[in-house]
């Protein structure tokens, strides 16, 4: 059972992502090797592996689902598709959810606010900044829009997602 949830994972959630970045941060999630605070320092690059906003441990599961900087946007995303997103369904592990293009473009979007905030040496803020993860998805929608590379249903998706922003 177990293998073949890994099996539909790998296969949904990697190798049908037409996104090369996001394939690459799909399977860099399913390894274990996304770099978060605890693997960076498991991997000596950091001293501690504390969370810059709550101080628990950061690892990739509290980084894109469990922290208290980003439940209010997931709850927005649970809202508004009226689903109870969990981090199983940023895995892919759930075979019957029709909203892995969802959860896979707000998780990259969680991970890039974090990233480049840490590249510069800078904290998030307590509370989440709305309005980043709001101009992203527009952004992404244009470019949904005029490559035609994802299905309509997911642009309708990320329309409604942002409308609720």
Not at 59 to 87: A, G
Not at 132 to 148: A, S, T, W
Request: net charge positive; glycine share 2%; with cysteine.
């Amino acid at each position: 059972m177990m293998m073949s949830i890994y099996i539909f994972s790998f296969s949904s959630k990697v190798v049908l992502e037409r996104e090369i970045k996001l394939k690459e941060f799909n399977f860099k999630i399913l390894h274990g090797i996304l770099p978060c605070n605890q693997n960076l320092k498991n991997w000596k690059i950091r001293l501690d592996d504390y969370c810059d906003v709550c101080n628990q441990s950061q690892t990739i599961e509290h980084l894109l689902y469990s922290c208290c900087y980003v439940k209010p946007l997931w709850q927005i995303v649970n809202t508004v598709f009226d689903i109870n997103v969990s981090f199983k369904h940023i895995l892919g592990l759930e075979e019957h959810f029709n909203y892995h293009a969802i959860t896979t473009i707000v998780s990259f979007l969680i991970y890039k606010d974090w990233l480049l905030l840490s590249l510069e040496n800078k904290k998030r803020r307590a509370g989440i900044v709305i309005d980043f993860f709001k101009h992203e998805l527009k952004v992404r929608l244009e470019i949904y829009k005029q490559c035609r590379c994802i299905e309509t249903k997911h642009i309708d998706n990320l329309h409604d997602l942002i409308s609720h922003l």
